[in-house]
């Protein structure tokens, strides 16, 4: 597709401010990080009505749009939203500043000392839908990490994010950063995505954050890495030995603690020795919330009211409150269900076998495997990881929930006294 | 372009063959991979014979197809070689089996304990030039780190790469190791790369080793993520508080321990204030090596056989001995320098000073960054990492010199007791 000229330069333009900018934001001090963090979470306190305002522009031309109730809610910045953006910011000037950590610094043989310091990336590009909070999420945790963004919000939001913008510039300036470390995408029009996308130059990361139909476009049309998860097709597995009513629990929150949750569980394996007790007691739970269930035929005679499962269910992910359920005779069969039929982003084993625990641990190549405890656990701020930019099911660079460690990256540092090679 | 639908299918089968061997390898015991180095390393060192012959077909068709004496050079296995693949090996093997290590396992206020434990890729393309010995090195690191390779080496070492084929088949056989494991491509059949480069279901990541035009082709037709280093333009800058012998000594040796090598000085920035003292003596030292010098005009003045330097030449990788040479007023002008006209490869600073040591470190955005030590030292072995498989100039995932850890990714570890989410 031929991209409008003054697009392209407008895109071109803004990628060579933030390049520009990434230099000087990536040597700043943390101290001048923190100040600008700081600025920018009063300027917001202080522009609540200005913000309020804009977002009831947006919030009025997406009713008129017909919105969803979910994209309006989304969409929405009460007092209360204001109050968790400004926390937020407080959040990730706290924590500590991963840029400049050296570690491992060891002597080698040759004399030199070798070691590997954290560095940020350089320009990241988020592309985002709806919610506006994302606009200060990904700026706080560029600003955190010395790096530049360039963001690109849906047009639902873009008067809530333009105003927003206002008070990171103000916080850039406050802190004697350049304004450009943050830069907001002025227009609407899709095509400024298609010409970010081809700045393969001066951008080092794409993250998108929204749909499917997003994400995959965004794959498809750029060789700039991307940091990114598709599906969250994840699987608890009940084992043969195990705490019944352990599993029960477990198995109930990873489905029904929120269902529109990548990290909700999408299918239920469970061993044919517990099947009984463990899907009769489930059935009644989920039927109480409304939960429907798709079973195997060995499932269906214990869970009555449930329907039968096809093929296509096992690699559905539902984002709702529908629930695949397959007996089966074994730990491998189970591990080999869910590495052919799952999306590598987190599964459950309930066990109280030390060797199924093991088993399970190595064999299974998700991003996060885990042993009795809920799926919907697999988030950067449970993880202790401070904030979370997005969940990665890639293998290289970051995989699982991201937080600032993803948005780094590690070069040598070498310390000699005039150490020579001889070869 | 089309791709030949024979070649399509074989080498869909390779690739479906080599994702299902990764699945078993990936989870092999760390003595099992360990017989299988050994085996491979006794076949080779009992099939002697028949690698020499294998590679004296290889070299009868290079010299009538005329390849240039450094190409034939590279192709060539004389029993030293042969010694040193077998040595290799073992060298390898001895390493710490880095796959399943646990790292960073804390408990978090919710009960459960997360870590992060180390994992193979999966299934690896590597894609290489002449030198039949990157055969072994890629089977070699990929068998330790539990991936499955696919291997297409290049037209010339066809034979003998068939002939060490045979020597890991027989060692993953020994091992009771699936074949499919390591499998080279039977075809020298151009259009078997670009189908493997299209298996972005099937292979992880693709590592080009050869010259530039490999490397970008490989970029250019791949949606896989690829291991790679473009060039190599590195610099060594000699500030103005200096040890002058030192820094004479480690300039020479970054040029001139060997010329065609990724991590060769192809740029020396020096402060006006020492220029006298170091370019007069490096410029005879130079002279002796018979490298050229293309110098600014006032590094011309010192150096008074030198030729005068053009832009392009600061971002020229010579690859030769050529050096071009440039008086500059501070460490700002040398750091801006580097950073426009580098090659983010390997950059060295020459100072007695603490302050721009630390400042040159922390500014310079290269994947090695030292002080005082000559960059021909950037490299796996010497950084301790005990293997080497290419040197990475990209910030994502890899960078700097890539060794066993570059071939695995960490997945995340939750261990729990029946915790559950309350949100």
Known sequence: ?????????????????ASKASSVISIASSEQK?????????????????????????????????????????????????????????????LGDPIGEISGLNYQDSGIQVGRMRVPLGVIAMIYESRPNVTIDAASLAIKTGNAVILRGGSESFFSNKQLAISIKNGLIKAKLPEACVQLINTTDRQAVGALLQKDDLIDVVIPRGGKGLIERVCNETKISVIKHLDGICHVYVDKEVDVDMAISVTFNSKSEKYGVCNAMETLLVHRDVAQPVLSELSSLFA??????????????????????????????????????????????????????????????????YESSRKFIRSVDSASVMVNSSSQFADGFEYGLGAEIGISTDKLHARGPVGLEGLTSEKYVVFGNGEVRRR
Chains 1, 2 share one sequence.
């Not at 407008?10 to 060579?16: P, R």
């Not at 397959?326 to 590495?339: G, R």
């Open 1 to 17: 597709m031929e991209i409008d000229q003054d697009i392209k330069f407008y895109v071109d333009a803004v990628a060579l401010d």
């Open 34 to 94: 923190s100040l600008c963090l700081k600025s920018i979470a009063e300027d917001i306190d202080q522009s609540r009505g200005l913000i309020r305002e804009a977002n009831a522009l947006d919030l009025d031309n997406a009713r008129q749009g017909e919105l969803e109730s979910a994209l309006l809610e989304r969409l929405s910045l009460d007092e209360s939203s204001i109050d968790k953006i400004v926390e937020g910011l407080y959040q990730v000037d706290l």
């Open 288 to 353: 109480e919330k409304g939960v429907e269930l798709r079973c195997c035929p060995e499932a269906r005679i214990i869970c009555p009211s449930s329907k039968p499962v096809e093929d296509v269910d096992w690699s559905t992910e539902y984002l709702g409150p529908v629930l695949s359920i397959k007996v089966l005779d074994s730990l491998d069969e189970a591990i080999d269900h869910i590495n052919n039929y799952g999306s590598h982003h987190t599964d459950v084993i309930c066990t109280s076998s």
